[in-house]
C-alpha cells in the first residue's frame, strides 16, 4: 500500500500509542475485530457507521483511520461512515489535524456543510466526508455495526434502527480546547489516540481471517 509520506511518519506515533491502549479497552476491541473477521469469513460486506452527537470530530476521525487501515491491512469489503444525532458540519480543526498527519483534503463546496474528499493514497479512492445524521440516505440502513464514538450519542440513542450490533467505542471530545493554547495539541492527541485503535482492530481482524482460511 503506497500511502503519501507525511501519514507514514504520523504511523510512528500511532504504532506508539497503540502499545498503551489499556486492557478493558483491548477487551471491547477484540470483539469488535471477531465481528469484523466474521462477517469477512463468511464472504459479506462490513459496514460500520462511528456516531456522535454532531458528526464533526471523533465520528470523521475514526471513520476515515477506520477506512485507512482496513485497506492498510487488507481487510477487504469494509465500508466506513460515519453520522449523528444532528446534522453540523464537518468541524475545521479536526480537518486541518488530518491534514497536518499527511491526509489530503478538499472541499467540494464553501456552504455551512462542505462535502470534502480525503485521500491517504493515490490507489485508493477518496474517502467523502460531511456531517449527517446517522440514518442519510448515503448510509448503510441495515446489517452495520453502531459504533459510539461519544457518551452522549451512546446514551440518547438506546437503539440504532437497523444495527446488528453495537460497540461503545467512546472517545473524549477535543472541542474542550477550542481556541485555547493547547487546540492543536489535544486534537492530534485524540486522532493518534483513535488511530491507534484502529490499527489495533483492524490488524487483530487481519489475523483472525488469516487464521481461518
Known amino acids: 500500500m503506497n500511502i503519501y509520506p507525511k501519514i507514514e511518519q504520523t504511523l510512528l506515533a500511532v504504532k506508539s500509542a497503540a502499545i498503551n491502549i489499556p486492557s478493558e479497552r483491548i477487551e471491547l ?38 477506512q485507512f487501515f482496513a485497506g492498510f491491512y487488507g481487510v477487504h469489503e ?11 458540519a464537518f468541524n475545521p480543526r479536526a480537518v486541518k489535524c ?6 489530503r ?7 455551512t456543510n462542505p462535502v470534502y474528499s480525503v485521500t491517504y493514497s493515490d490507489e485508493y479512492q477518496p474517502i ?7 440514518d442519510h440516505p448515503e448510509n448503510p440502513r441495515k446489517d452495520f455495526a453502531a459504533v459510539m464514538t461519544c457518551s452522549d450519542a451512546d446514551e440518547a440513542c438506546p437503539f440504532i434502527p437497523g444495527a446488528e450490533k453495537r460497540f461503545p467505542v467512546r472517545y473524549e471530545d477535543p472541542k474542550k480546547f477550542d481556541d485555547t493554547p493547547l487546540e492543536e495539541e489535544k486534537y492530534n492527541e485524540r486522532s493518534i489516540q483513535i488511530a491507534s485503535e ?9 489475523a483472525i481471517i488469516g487464521g481461518n482460511l
Open 128 to 134: 467523502k466526508c460531511f456531517s449527517k445524521v446517522y
Open 105 to 111: 483534503t478538499t472541499a467540494g463546496s464553501d456552504d
Open 98 to 103: 488530518l491534514k497536518d498527519q499527511g491526509f
Open 29 to 66: 476491541l477484540d470483539k469488535f475485530a471477531q465481528y469484523i473477521a466474521d462477517k469477512r469469513i463468511k464472504g459479506l460486506p462490513v459496514n460500520l457507521i462511528f456516531i456522535c452527537t454532531h458528526n464533526s470530530r471523533r465520528s470523521h476521525l475514526s471513520q476515515i483511520w477506520g
Open 198 to 206: 484502529m490499527d489495533y482492530l483492524f490488524s487483530k481482524s487481519a
Open 78 to 88: 469494509v465500508f466506513c461512515s460515519s453520522g449523528g444525532t444532528e446534522a453540523t
